[in-house]
């Protein structure tokens, strides 16, 4: 991370001031105590090997504890035998010679063989203390071996040794600012990479969004002509201008809908070889199609200028028109349906009301008449139960509930009274069947008036009443028989004058009560 950068580089820089005091320490031995200028300022040095090689570690690995610990070890270990009283300085230097490699070794290897794909600058910041780590164990086997060797003569080694150390710290030096600002820029690149690829799917995407809010206002727009517009020819009209605008490019894209062999097509219409269709059905049989096609040219928008959701758009664009048409044909056929009820109804002789929730939502002419109304809307809105006789709203009320518990769903035929709206009781034969009105259970009562039929049983009961009287007044003996002979009707005399009772002539014939020898005579 950036902070953590910050903190290497910090690290660095803080190593080569740690260099920089030790050597000038060590410059001026001879001038100064031994303790400060050799034990002091190799210990600098040290310190600074230390921090440096952390540093150029962090360029291709995480330093974690167990790299600090390592490094530490290492350091402590050099110190210690810097500051160990030995017979001479060079035994202290030779030692140490063996211990320095090792602060250089891993930072070494690692930038010249571990990475990846190690730069060029990474291979040569990394040959570079590898050869360095290699020329201090010579030095070191030098000053062990060699007795006359004094580090604080000018010898061509000695002069070599140190001009090539100042110039190899330089290098190194060097190449780590070189490869943080190497590790930087790629960084950089790559994060700038990224940042494009995010822009570019975001761009993506964002199109993408575009596109699906095009669809959706297309659909949107669609089922809003369905839903305010009437249906006639106006309304595919304004349906096939509607879809090129969910398209890509709405500019380069034209429609068609046909219905029925009838054809309605958007402004600026032309066909082409590029197109997407999808079917219009009603009740599964295909009555028509919807077509997009697309004008642009096929080199510069490719042969495939849809988009895969558009192929889902045109599909559900179909089955919504699909819908609305049979929607469309559900409700005409209802309408047609319900007016021919209503002229039906209109002309049946029957009285024929219909009612909801108990109240009388349709009434025809016969009906109106018979209860005395001006016309139908003088019962719409009046409860059913009102036109019945109080004598027979219980017995209604009882076959309403088994009408609807019965699974016919009607009640058979019943003479009751009902009510005029003047209050005057009429006889009326009447039955009831449940149905459905716009959709709502209601309940369709069919009556007629048998005012007359009424009148004319009571004036047969009257005739038969008054003939009764007569026939049984008769002094004599009066009796009706059937094509074969059997008592229809009797009066009481001929019980008292022949003794026969009913049961007996049930059984026998009116010859059979001749005498034998009067038989002939009567047949």
Same mark, same amino acid.
């Given at each position: 991370?950036?902070?953590?950068?910050?903190?290497?580089?910090?690290?660095?820089?803080?190593?080569?001031?740690?260099?920089?005091?030790?050597?000038?320490?060590?410059?001026?031995?001879?001038?100064?105590?031994?303790?400060?200028?050799?034990?002091?300022?190799?210990?600098?040095?040290?310190?600074?090997?230390?921090?440096?090689?952390?540093?150029?570690?962090?360029?291709?690995?995480?330093?974690?504890?167990?790299?600090?610990?390592?490094?530490?070890?290492?350091?402590?270990?050099?110190?210690?035998?810097?500051?160990?009283?030995?017979?001479?300085?060079?035994?202290?230097?030779?030692?140490?010679?063996?211990?320095?490699?090792?602060?250089?070794?891993?930072?070494?290897?690692?930038?010249?063989?571990?990475?990846?794909?190690?730069?060029?600058?990474?291979?040569?910041?990394?040959?570079?203390?590898?050869?360095?780590?290699?020329?201090?164990?010579?030095?070191?086997?030098?000053?062990?071996?060699?007795?006359?060797?004094?580090?604080?003569?000018?010898?061509?080694?000695?002069?070599?040794?140190?001009?090539?150390?100042?110039?190899?710290?330089?290098?190194?030096?060097?190449?780590?600012?070189?490869?943080?600002?190497?590790?930087?820029?790629?960084?950089?690149?790559?994060?700038?990479?990224?940042?494009?690829?995010?822009?570019?799917?975001?761009?993506?995407?964002?199109?993408?969004?575009?596109?699906?809010?095009?669809?959706?206002?297309?659909?949107?727009?669609?089922?809003?002509?369905?839903?305010?517009?009437?249906?006639?020819?106006?309304?595919?009209?304004?349906?096939?201008?509607?879809?090129?605008?969910?398209?890509?490019?709405?500019?380069?894209?034209?429609?068609?809908?046909?219905?029925?062999?009838?054809?309605?097509?958007?402004?600026?219409?032309?066909?082409?070889?590029?197109?997407?269709?999808?079917?219009?059905?009603?009740?599964?049989?295909?009555?028509?199609?919807?077509?997009?096609?697309?004008?642009?040219?096929?080199?510069?928008?490719?042969?495939?200028?849809?988009?895969?959701?558009?192929?889902?758009?045109?599909?559900?664009?179909?089955?919504?028109?699909?819908?609305?048409?049979?929607?469309?044909?559900? +409700?005409? /056929?209802?309408?047609?349906? =319900? &007016?021919? $009820?209503? !002229? #039906?109804?209109?002309?049946?002789?029957?009285?024929? @009301?219909?009612?909801?929730?108990?109240?009388?939502?349709?009434?025809?002419?016969?009906?109106?008449?018979?209860?005395?109304?001006?016309?139908?809307?003088?019962?719409?809105?009046?409860?059913?139960?009102?036109?019945?006789?109080?004598?027979?709203?219980?017995?209604?009320?009882?076959?309403?509930?088994?009408?609807?518990?019965?699974? +016919?769903? /009607?009640?058979?035929?019943? =003479? &009751?009274? $009902?009510? !005029? #709206?003047?209050?005057?009781?009429?006889?009326?034969? @009447?039955?009831?069947?449940?149905?459905?009105?716009?959709?709502?259970?209601?309940?369709?009562?069919?009556?007629?008036?048998?005012?007359?039929?009424?009148?004319?049983?009571?004036?047969?009961?009257?005739?038969?009443?008054?003939?009764?009287?007569?026939?049984?007044?008769?002094?004599?003996?009066?009796?009706?028989?059937?094509?074969?002979?059997?008592?229809?009707?009797?009066?009481?005399?001929?019980?008292?004058?022949?003794?026969?009772?009913?049961?007996?002539?049930?059984?026998?014939?009116?010859?059979?009560?001749?005498?034998?020898?009067?038989?002939?005579?009567?047949?």
């Amino acid at each position: 991370t950036l902070k953590r950068a910050q903190i290497y580089d910090t690290v660095f820089m803080i190593s080569m001031a740690l260099q920089a005091a030790g050597w000038m320490l060590l410059f001026f031995r001879g001038t100064i105590s031994d303790i400060l200028s050799f034990s002091l300022g190799n210990t600098l040095i040290f310190c600074g090997f230390c921090l440096e090689n952390i540093a150029l570690l962090s360029l291709v690995r995480t330093v974690n504890k167990h790299w600090l610990q390592y490094f530490a070890a290492i350091l402590a270990l050099s110190i210690f035998i810097i500051w160990l009283p030995l017979t001479g300085q060079n035994q202290s230097v030779g030692l140490v010679s063996f211990v320095i490699p090792l602060f250089f070794l891993f930072p070494g290897v690692f930038l010249v063989f571990s990475s990846p794909r190690p730069s060029p600058l990474q291979q040569f910041t990394g040959s570079i203390l590898l050869f360095y780590s290699t020329a201090v164990i010579i030095r070191g086997i030098s000053l062990l071996v060699a007795k006359d060797y004094s580090l604080l003569t000018p010898t061509f080694f000695q002069i070599l040794f140190l001009s090539g150390q100042f110039v190899i710290m330089a290098l190194a030096s060097t190449g780590y600012i070189l490869i943080r600002r190497e590790i930087v820029s790629s960084d950089l690149e790559d994060e700038i990479k990224e940042r494009q690829i995010i822009e570019g799917e975001v761009r993506r995407k964002s199109d993408l969004l575009k596109e699906r809010v095009k669809e959706l206002n297309c659909l949107y727009e669609v089922s809003r002509l369905i839903e305010t517009t009437p249906w006639d020819k106006d309304l595919f009209s304004a349906l096939v201008n509607e879809i090129p605008a969910g398209w890509r490019y709405p500019d380069l894209t034209c429609a068609r809908i046909t219905v029925n062999s009838r054809e309605y097509s958007s402004k600026g219409f032309q066909t082409s070889g590029i197109k997407q269709e999808s079917v219009l059905t009603m009740y599964g049989k295909t009555v028509g199609s919807i077509e997009v096609f697309f004008l642009g040219d096929p080199t510069i928008y490719g042969t495939e200028p849809f988009l895969p959701e558009e192929s889902s758009l045109i599909i559900a664009l179909g089955e919504r028109i699909s819908r609305m048409m049979e929607r469309h044909w559900s +409700e005409v /056929t209802l309408r047609e349906s =319900e &007016e021919r $009820f209503r !002229r #039906l109804l209109s002309r049946s002789f029957d009285a024929v @009301v219909i009612h909801q929730d108990g109240r009388i939502v349709m009434a025809n002419d016969s009906a109106v008449r018979i209860v005395g109304a001006s016309n139908p809307d003088d019962l719409i809105g009046k409860q059913i139960i009102d036109l019945v006789h109080p004598d027979y709203r219980l017995a209604v009320a009882e076959r309403v509930q088994e009408m609807l518990a019965s699974k +016919e769903g /009607t009640v058979p035929l019943m =003479e &009751e009274k $009902f009510l !005029r #709206l003047d209050g005057t009781p009429i006889p009326v034969a @009447v039955m009831a069947t449940a149905t459905q009105h716009e959709g709502r259970p209601a309940v369709i009562v069919v009556f007629r008036d048998i005012t007359r039929q009424k009148e004319a049983e009571n004036a047969l009961e009257t005739a038969n009443q008054f003939s009764d009287t007569i026939i049984d007044s008769i002094p004599g003996i009066f009796y009706v028989l059937d094509e074969q002979g059997h008592f229809v009707r009797r009066n009481p005399h001929h019980q008292i004058i022949t003794g026969y009772s009913d049961e007996e002539l049930h059984n026998i014939t009116a010859l059979d009560t001749i005498a034998p020898d009067d038989r002939d005579l009567v047949a």
